[in-house]
């Protein structure tokens, strides 16, 4: 006999879903993370992306769950970017303090997200691209410079050359 008649369905952020759709909703807002919601229900992948295909109710509580997850996520975000976290000091292999730390990356991504003049702008980064600069640097500023014009000729308007760069990749874009 199932626990749960499959024709039942309660109110859960304003739609109408089963006990085990209600059940995968509440770990989705606790855990925030869909491996760890899977274990902790039981719910397998398959029956949670069949609810996405088929059942649009599930659907549209879904969406409003993870906003609420990303707003409570954003928030934890914005707290370690503002008011920062302690960081255990050793000296001598002996505990001799705290170090609050702060994150401005952190800080960053919570501004691109919230105001969209953040994002991919040209005039706010600058990336030693010589090199200096790592292969996932030099990937990142060719994704932008790829996706944003602007960005390209920002970083020809900084006065970098082709034959500045060893990567064959980027000295093409700038080319």
């Known amino acids: 006999m199932p626990l749960h008649d499959p024709t039942e369905r309660s109110e859960f952020y304003g739609e109408r879903l089963t006990p085990q759709q209600i059940a995968f909703l509440r770990a989705y807002l606790k855990y925030g993370v869909l491996s760890k919601t899977h274990r902790a229900t039981g719910t397998g992948k398959s029956t949670h992306y069949k609810w996405l295909e088929i059942d649009t ?8 769950v993870k906003a609420d997850v990303v707003d409570d996520l954003t928030r934890v975000a914005m ?6 976290w302690e960081e ?21 991504f919570v501004l691109k997200k919230l105001d969209p003049s953040f994002r991919d702008s040209g005039s706010q980064t600058t990336i030693n691209v010589g090199s200096g600069a790592s292969q996932r640097d030099i990937q990142a500023v060719i994704s932008d410079a790829k996706q944003d014009p602007q ?3 920002f970083l020809r308007n900084q006065g970098l050359e082709a034959d500045e760069t060893d990567d064959d990749e980027f000295a093409d874009l700038l080319g």
């Open 57 to 64: 109710a599930y659907i549209r509580a879904f969406e409003s």
């Open 79 to 84: 707290d370690r970017a503002t008011k920062g």
């Open 88 to 108: 255990p000091v050793y000296q001598q292999g002996m505990l001799c303090g705290h170090k609050r730390k702060f994150s401005d990356t952190l800080l960053m």
């Open 151 to 153: 960005y390209l000729q």
